[in-house]
């Protein structure tokens, strides 16, 4: 079997309202690249990546010579054709691999009839648990509905997620607001919410002291771990010697060299994998069996999928022994899907592990022309911005909260 075409998509769908974060906002919907690779067997593997437009396209149209008469079935040998790590400092092809590698693992699966998780060892779980992902947000801008903002919204939010979806761990996407109205905000959810989990996550927004105070503020409440509080390596080992909760990345243990540095000068204790950023779903199972011998926790991290990438979330959750921590998943968030059948369903707070051929997703034919048509109609938007705040940029540790209008006039 041999690699004969490539193409790339990018399309945009809408969210139910704009999620805020310290690097500023989505603004109302996801941008991103659906990948297909045809072989010459007529099999098409799907993938997936964030971001798009005419940059991503003509990226994936400049792999083509990489790509054509490869054999799909040959995957390790792509990590060295697209992402050699000497060459890659200069093309910094990492994500690009990812959505090649989802779509040759696809055809391989769909050529001998199995799903993606048994060419990865076979599965361990039919159900990925997540994690309920609140986020700040912007009220929608034609219904004006969605709106998160004061400490009542939020708590309002999370307790109809976990109606609707059965979320029982919950994550804060902080890094917004001032450290100590989003410890309120916390610790009302915690009370909110007895017996269930929490995480927070600033985006590395704060300061090391910062981080330092607010960590030893949550200690009594039940925290699945605290999540990048604060930028870099050495500044995550101080909050770590001082604060008794787990501290988790998914920005400064994102390769294999940053994870040998963390095994053997501890900085963080979970190592959150993101298909995506590690460069495939086998990178994240090769990483997540260094942090088993190791002892080092790992969770599924979430960089703002459509249905083709929560597949792959979803078979390297089925896979891994040591996943005792739920996923993380913007995917509750979207007002739809370009997958036939719309979107994946939670049960519980659990998505089940698709179980046909491949990956187990197909494309909506129709859907992806529409969401790709309103795409070229709306096109990117800046995702280090905030539409709400023209001129704004963030900075590393945040210092923009001294601006009083930051905070809620209602809380």
């Known amino acids: 079997m041999k690699i004969v075409d490539l193409r790339a998509t990018t399309v945009t769908v809408p969210l139910e309202a704009p999620l805020r974060h310290a690097n500023g906002a989505h603004w109302g919907r996801f941008v ?46 792509l990590r060295f054709k697209l992402a050699n790590p ?8 990492t994500q690009l691999l990812a959505a090649i590698e989802f779509a040759c693992l696809d055809i391989v699966g769909k050529a001998l009839g ?19 992902y609140l986020f700040f947000r912007h009220p929608d801008a034609t219904s004006g509905d969605g709106e998160v903002r004061t400490v009542s919204q939020l708590v309002e ?10 979320f029982r761990s919950h994550k804060l996407k902080g890094g917004v607001f001032p450290p100590d109205y989003e410890l309120r905000c916390y610790r009302a959810l915690a009370e909110a919410l007895p017996g269930d989990r929490l995480r927070y996550d600033p985006n590395a927004a704060l300061s090391v ?68 950023f590690w460069g495939g779903i086998r990178a994240c199972v090769k990483a997540a069996g ?52 719309g979107k994946l369903s939670y049960a519980d707070g ?11 997703v197909e494309l909506d034919r129709d859907k992806l022309a529409r969401y790709a048509e309103l795409y070229r109609e709306l096109g990117d938007y ?12 963030p900075l590393v540790p945040n210092q923009s909260w001294a601006d009083p209008g930051l905070l809620p006039r209602v809380q």
Request: charged share 20%; hydrophobic share 40%.
């Open 32 to 77: 991103r690249t659906i990948v297909e690779v045809e072989t010459d067997e007529g099999i098409v593997g799907l993938g997936e990546m964030g971001g798009g437009g005419q940059s991503a396209e003509a990226a994936f149209a400049g792999l083509k010579p990489y790509l054509a008469g490869h054999d799909p079935f040959r995957v390790e040998e």
């Open 86 to 93: 000497t060459s890659s400092l200069y093309n910094n092809r």
């Open 114 to 132: 199995c799903p993606v998780h048994t060419l990865l060892g076979g599965q361990v779980r039919d159900e990925v648990e997540f994690a309920s």
């Open 157 to 166: 939010h999370a307790l109809d997620l976990k109606e609707r979806h059965g």
């Open 209 to 276: 002291h910062d981080a330092i105070r607010f960590g030893r503020a949550i200690e009594d409440l039940d925290n699945d771990y605290l999540e990048d509080p604060t930028w870099g390596l050495h500044g995550m080992r101080q909050v770590r010697a001082a604060v008794r909760v787990p501290l988790a990345t998914n920005t400064v243990v994102v390769n294999f060299e940053q994870l040998a540095t963390n095994v053997r000068d501890p900085a963080v204790d979970v190592v959150l994998l993101d298909t995506t």
């Open 290 to 341: 260094v942090c088993e011998t190791f002892q080092l926790g790992v969770a599924v991290h979430s960089s703002g999928e459509l249905g083709v990438q929560l597949a792959t979330m979803l078979h390297l959750g089925a896979v891994l022994p040591n996943l005792t921590l739920a996923a993380d998943a913007h995917y509750h968030h979207l007002a739809d899907d370009v997958l036939t059948g």
């Open 350 to 360: 659990r998505i089940r592990v698709p179980d046909g051929p491949g990956l187990g």
């Open 382 to 393: 800046p995702y280090d911005r905030d539409p709400t705040r023209p001129g704004w940029f």
